[in-house]
C-alpha cells in the first residue's frame, strides 16, 4: 500500500516536473510583469500625489503674493509652478489667478501670457477654455480684433460653446460687423439654458434687442407653427 502511494507521489511529482519545465519561464515572466506594474502603478500614484502636494505649497504662494501686491513674487511663483509641476491642475489655477492679479495692475503682457499658457498647458479642456475667454476679453480691451477670433478659433467643450459665441459677438459687434455680430449672439442665446444661465443669457438678449432683433421670435414662430 505504501509502494502504491509513493508511486502516486512520484507520478504527481514528475507531471509536476514536466509542467513547470515547459511553462516555469512563461509563469516567472507573467508574475514578474504583474507585480512590476502593480509596483510601477504604486509609485505613480505615489509620485502624483508628492507632484500634487508640492504644487499645492506653490498655488498658495501664488495667492499669498497676490493678496499682498507683490508683483514680483508672483511671478516668481508662477514661473516655479509652470517649470517644476506645469502638468498639474494647480499650476493652471496658479496661472489663472496670476492672471487675475496682472489685469488688476494693468499689466497686460504679463496677463496675456499667463492666460495664453493656461490655455496650451492645462491638463483639461475646461481650463483650457476659460483662459481662452479670458484671453478673448483682454485681447477685445486691447482692440486687438483679429487676435481675438483668432483666439476664440479653438474647439470649446459643449458647456462653453455658448459663452465663446457671444464674445464672437462682441468683437465682431466692435468691428461693425452687426449682422454677423447678432448671428453670434443668437446662437449664444440659444445656447443658453434659461433655469441655469438666466442672468447671463437675458444680458445676451439685450444685445440682441439693442440690435433690433426679438431673441425669442424664433422660439415663437416656432411654438405658433
Known sequence: MATHLD????????????????????????????????????????????????????????????????????????????????????AAHAGLRGARFFDEQGKTAETKAALAWVAEKAPNDGLRAVARLRLASVQLGEKAYDEALRTLEAGFPTSFVALAADRRGDVLLQQGKRELAAAEFGKAYQGMAADTAGDYRRLVGIKLNALGIDPDAGAKAGAAS
Open 7 to 90: 508511486l502516486e507521489e512520484q507520478e504527481q511529482l514528475d507531471a509536476l516536473k514536466h509542467f513547470w519545465n515547459r511553462w516555469g519561464n512563461l509563469i516567472t515572466w507573467v508574475l514578474i510583469a504583474v507585480l512590476g506594474a502593480y509596483a510601477a502603478w504604486n509609485g505613480w500614484q505615489y509620485w502624483e500625489r508628492r507632484q500634487a502636494g508640492l504644487a499645492a505649497v506653490l498655488f498658495d504662494e501664488v495667492e499669498r503674493a497676490a493678496q499682498a501686491g507683490d508683483a514680483a513674487r508672483v511671478e516668481r511663483a508662477l514661473a516655479d509652478i509652470k517649470d517644476k509641476f506645469g502638468g498639474t491642475t494647480y
